[in-house]
């Protein structure tokens, strides 16, 4: 069965909500009723059909919206996607494991036929229909990178390897949660989480990187890490801080239900093959609280993990705000009963 | 965070190289792909024979642009702990074995504006397909090959016939030396330098390139050890409660497996610091035989490398 894809919006009239089915597709991230960071990485393995976990790359009601707001970023902002020179194989693998990925999953949307090095490409909810070289830039439309991911939810950065650290030599990152590309472009692993708090000193960092230096082939892990938005916005980045920044403010008891979304971020990372790069893929997902609030062990449980969420993680996440008050809200639809462990709707 | 992925694959040509190097192409036995792979990357060949067993790193030296099969290369290593002569007496045409996935440890710096390649002996597996690749990807490269005779050196003539004058060959007895302090000389901002080749090889690159004031980051080498012999001794594992005797000719990791403990490794050869394993008590001396671990980590002796260090002394406990 095809999805049906949304005319929705993720700015000005705000029009994105998620259908049922895409509320039970939503990676909700607690698993117990309390968060900390931790080295939270698990094999990226199919998870139950219907989830978000289902495919290696997930394609939902939100595909054909999110790809218009990609291109409206991009047209203002082209620095949002970057990619030094020496990243074009790692390029080239990202677009072979992208549309395999996803003519594979979902072979009504896209199908994909390789023969040899020419390849074509069909992107039905898109209308594309493209015949290429593959290795041969000049018979793409965009660099390869950007051609790919204008074509696919969520954004990528890719990672080179050398002298035994990741370095951030390529992204698209048009739909982040308050870091910027343009600055972080060139850096190592450890310089672009240094504004992480409380990980540094517990050693999270050292252990991912030397987990990640260390990925083979075939074997994708993923993570999920979380934050919250006020409106459905995808590009809540620094550049554009003075667009959404005082959204905060305009938070009130009366509107949390609509207003106030957890965005979790589902971050997959693959080893590419002939670049030895590696890809990490950062998918967000928004939901309004009044959606949570229709999964009852959802809504008791992100009301326990805000009122007990450590203050430097609140900071750093921006939630300072506005959290007693949506604290207070799901306060409501919070009867005390105990959850159970694990992620999934009981 | 486990063991490597394995493929079983099938050996479809064994053909002796030289008279101690056999070469091996696998091909997989369920699937007709093999993962894609980098050049420079190694798989862990995994075999059994009765009493008699393998477990050994080797480069992955065909194409990384032709996945329907692997190949490699065993150097028959003479007082080895018997893994390669296993290989060379038993592994032929036919015998099916087990790899792991592919994992590259000694890739191509893709920022250099020229690569220069150095190869001692069997050294030059790695660099096959990394020739390979950066010919196909019209990279500025060019390869030093060193061996000890004509008959007994592999690949150079096949190197010669598709890199030409981008090969360059040193044999011994010939009296020709690689001219490394002329060739570090005057190369292009940006230039980087590989090695792979025996231990007293790489030093030499490492200590002559470092003196020539090129930059640690510009010089890469692959460096495996074999798990060296030694005395006998028990480990205590404190979380699983047991303790095991490590025989003279096998690594602790080893023979951990053999007691039905799957420890983390990637390289087997003390370089990629995946079987680092914290010491909980150590009456006695490590014998630290790895690339990984610093010097003040290795005299903290809170840590050891189990696929390549030994220990020697009344009582060892590790944290596994
Ligand atoms: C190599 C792939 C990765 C990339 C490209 C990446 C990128 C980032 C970036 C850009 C940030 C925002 C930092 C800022 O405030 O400017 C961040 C935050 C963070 N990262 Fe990573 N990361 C990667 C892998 C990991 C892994 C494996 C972990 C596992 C522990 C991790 C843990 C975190 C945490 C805990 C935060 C703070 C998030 C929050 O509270 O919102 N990252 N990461
Ligand atoms: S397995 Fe690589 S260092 Fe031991």
Redo the contacts with the bound molecule.
Sequence with gaps: MGLMFKDETYRGDFTFYNSPEAIRHFPFPFHEDKYM?????EPHAPGPKGSAYEFPIDVDEHYVADMKDRAIVLAEDPLRCQSLPHMITAEWDLVELLMTSMSEAYPEHFTLTRNGDAWHWINRPLGIDDEFTFGDTSTLRYPPMEYITRQCQGDF?L?DQRDGD?W?DS?MVTS?????LD??IGMS?KE??????L?HEVG??D???K??LAMQIGRPVR?L???MTINPRLDTSPENYHKWGTDRTTVTPENVGDKVHLRVEL?A?WRLPRSNA?V?S?RGYLIKMREVATIPKWSRRLHRVLKTLPPE?AA??GLTRYQQMTIDWLAKHDDGAPTTPGVWPE | MSAPAEIRVRVTEAEAVTPAIKRLKLVPVTSNALPDFSGGAHTVVHYTDGPRHVRNPYSLMGSPFDSSAYQISVLRVPDSRGGSALIHDSVNEGTEITITSPINLFPIDRRARRHILIAGGIGITPFMAMTAQLDREGADFQLHYAMRCRDTGAYWKVLQGLYGHRVHTYFDDSNQTLPLTRLLDGQPLGTHLYVCGPAGMIDWVLKTARHAGWPDENVHYERFAAPPPGNTFAVELAKSKRTIEVGPRESVLEAIEAAGIEPQFLCRGGACGQCETAVVCADGTLQHNDHYLSDDEKASGKKMMICVSRFEGARLVLDL
């Design positions: 960071y931790a080295v939270n990485i950065c990672l990741l951030m992204g982040q949660a308050d870091w910027s600055f972080d692993f672009w989480h240094a504004p992480v708090p990980a999270i960092f252990r991912a990187l987990f990640l993570r890490n979380w934050t971050q990372l590696i990490f950062i993680l750093y996440k």
